[in-house]
């Protein structure tokens, strides 16, 4: 028998009885997917059908039952996005079942290294010691090349670690993708060599499915120091390829668009630290990009806690991460970031300092209230 | 000024003053993701930013309002993921937001050229006239290659116009990708030989990110009739490439799996008809598999009619695609199915065949249920 990975759902149901019933299709739905009279015997029913291994009424007061299934490593078949597919594939189209969490097994940690850097890469790259790092973004799209390597040199010389792109920067005329990254990544030289620093400038990656790797690449070649991509959109392989990429060696960031129906709703989806924390660290994001608690998403302090704390427990394998919480973050709610998240985390600032008379003194002071 | 394409959402909200507050945020969140106060004038105020056309009450009684919201062509820079991320990338993380429907423009329409075969093409491959086409699955994981051949020529023999993978079968060890595709076109082959049909393999496609293009290659030169892609797994771009690619040239069938928190919520995500119906449409899908009313699964009928019409409607260029209503359908829904479906959809039956004593004979009387 192979080794089993496990999932825990959330299972709403009126009583014990009716959450078996549905855990049970769970089990046969994300692995057979025929009805159960019709499981063949043998290595088909023993093996490779899910298994139920508890099940417990919700101790939070949810109207449900949490269910843990045991999944066989052989249904995997070596597969990132296989295992994604019986972690939740036809069960996410289920309303009233949400993936609470994920028990990892070694055939998934063999298949899912993880971050290739980590938080300590991260810190490493820029330079910075055990405290938080910090990211900017430039934007908006619509500015020219020139005005957008402007942003990158003075979010540079202020001090960010990180200058990412915006999340919509794509190929677009006003800005084209190796025009900017080539801009960007002189204009954040520049600054460095003013100021002793060892900021990197972060490209977007994205494009058509052929050309997303091959971005990636070309971002190293032109002396990014970490590239971004959204999962939930570029696919979910994407990360995690590049994370295990001989020819490839940069950080990445992931970023959450497209992605937030896997998460606002109590009633689907995944819970908010399997989704960002745990998956993301899978495919290998060495940041994780998501909305602050009290910004203008909808996420609340304790969610965010979960998945800072999700991004760093010990996964038996897989380095930490790093938080990085954005979203209308400002000077005002950095005291409260703090008590939440310590010093395990990248600031995402971005439309705060936009709207700071000079950029560079904004920056500043924002690294003062962090550092305080 | 570029052309703009237009997305309709539901706004939850008290009153118009609140919906509109909320629907000028996502106009903002959608394009320049920076505080009003700072959008730089002239082009980007002009032209990037979200502009809110029309703002009503929602029509059915739910609690909101339904906001049209206008983009330009040049914040989509060719990229069909920005394309994407315009409609909702960051919103979708914002409850209370639904995607309802999505307006073209021409630049969008030339970015997606849509189905490259649709419901004509696919019944042209299977040599039907203007019926429904019949589709099937081979399963479980876990059989060895010979037993799914062997399923596979059954379902041909049995007069199913498309046979396709279990969206669970990948390369396991018990049925690897290259050798079961083979096989699987060589059974469905010697099924066509006996019968005269014209049956297709459709193997599924996945893997890892920098495989997958490839592997549907694999497929079109092994034989296989069509390429099953899970998009929401796979990237959204994966498919949309594949049906303009000049290497490649087979029909691809789309499968929901880890779709699903995209629609079942009232309170996020998208609209069934604009989910996989529209977008599943412009991203190349020549058939669209969701989940029958009635089912396992909990969409509603007007759910799955709304699916069906969009797959048909007029879009001004891509071709009409194929519902492919599926997951629990068997003999007794059949009417139902055709007072709601019509002739324009493709029935994929798996389990209630595989209860059947004798499955050549179950796919016959299908057939005949079908076409009664």
């Given at each position: 028998m192979a080794p089993r990975f496990t999932v825990?759902?959330?299972?709403?149901?009126?009583?014990?009885?009716?959450?078996?019933?549905?855990?049970?299709?769970?089990?046969?739905?994300?692995?057979?997917?025929?009805?159960?009279?019709?499981v063949p015997k043998g290595?088909?029913?023993?093996?490779?059908?899910?298994?139920?291994?508890?099940?417990?009424?919700?101790?939070?007061?949810?109207?449900?039952?949490l269910a843990t299934i045991s999944y066989s490593e052989?249904?995997?078949?070596?597969?990132?996005?296989?295992?994604?597919?019986?972690?939740?594939?036809?069960?996410?189209?289920?309303?009233?079942?949400?993936?609470?969490?994920?028990?990892?097994?070694?055939?998934?940690?063999?298949?899912?290294?993880?971050?290739?850097?980590?938080?300590t890469g991260l810190r490493a790259r820029a330079g910075i010691g055990d405290i938080p790092?910090?990211?900017?973004?430039?934007?908006?799209?619509?500015?020219?090349?020139?005005?957008?390597?402007?942003?990158?040199?003075?979010?540079?010389?202020?001090g960010m670690h990180y200058v990412k792109d915006d999340h919509g920067l794509v190929d677009q005329r006003?800005?084209?993708?190796?025009?900017?990254?080539?801009?960007?990544?002189?204009?954040?030289?520049?600054a460095n060599a003013k100021s002793g620093g060892r900021t990197s400038f972060v490209p977007n990656i994205t494009g058509?499915?052929?050309?997303?790797?091959e971005r990636a690449k070309e971002a190293e070649a032109a002396g990014a120091g970490a590239v971004m991509i959204a999962p939930a959109l570029?696919?979910?392989?994407?990360?995690?390829?590049?994370?295990?990429?001989?020819?490839?060696?940069?950080?990445?960031v992931a970023h959450p668009a497209f992605s937030g129906a896997n998460v606002v709703s109590p009633d689907c989806g995944f819970s908010h630290r399997a989704f960002y924390g745990v998956l993301h660290r899978l495919m290998g994001a060495d940041a994780v990009v998501f909305p602050n608690f009290g910004g203008r998403f909808g996420f609340t302090r304790e969610e965010c806690r979960s998945i800072a704390e999700a991004c760093a427990v010990e996964m038996g394998g897989p380095k930490a991460g790093v938080p990085a919480p954005g979203g209308g973050v400002n000077f005002a709610r950095v005291p409260e970031m703090r008590a939440v998240y310590g010093k395990d985390v990248m600031y995402l600032v971005g439309g705060a300092l936009l709207q700071?008379?000079?950029?560079?003194?904004?920056?500043?002071?924002?690294?003062?209230?962090?550092y305080a």
């Open positions: 825990r759902y959330f299972v709403r149901a009126a009583d014990a009885a009716e959450a078996k019933a549905r855990a049970l299709d769970i089990a046969l739905e994300q692995t057979v997917e025929i009805p159960r009279d019709v290595y088909v029913e023993d093996e490779i059908l899910g298994r139920l291994e508890t099940l417990e009424q919700a101790p939070d007061g949810r109207p449900g039952f052989d249904d995997v078949g070596g597969d990132f996005l296989q295992f994604l597919n019986i972690v939740f594939g036809n069960s996410s189209i289920k309303p009233g079942l949400k993936v609470e969490d994920i028990g990892l097994s070694p055939g998934i940690l063999s298949l899912c290294k993880g971050p290739r850097h980590g938080i790092l910090l990211m900017s973004a430039i934007k908006p799209v619509g500015l020219s090349t020139a005005a957008l390597a402007r942003l990158a040199h003075d979010f540079a010389l202020g006003t800005a084209p993708f190796s025009e900017r990254l080539k801009a960007c990544v002189e204009a954040v030289g520049e058509p499915a052929d050309a997303i790797l570029a696919g979910y392989d994407v990360a995690r390829m590049l994370a295990a990429d001989p020819d490839f060696s940069l950080p990445i700071e008379p000079n950029l560079i003194d904004g920056c500043r002071r924002l690294a003062e209230a962090v």
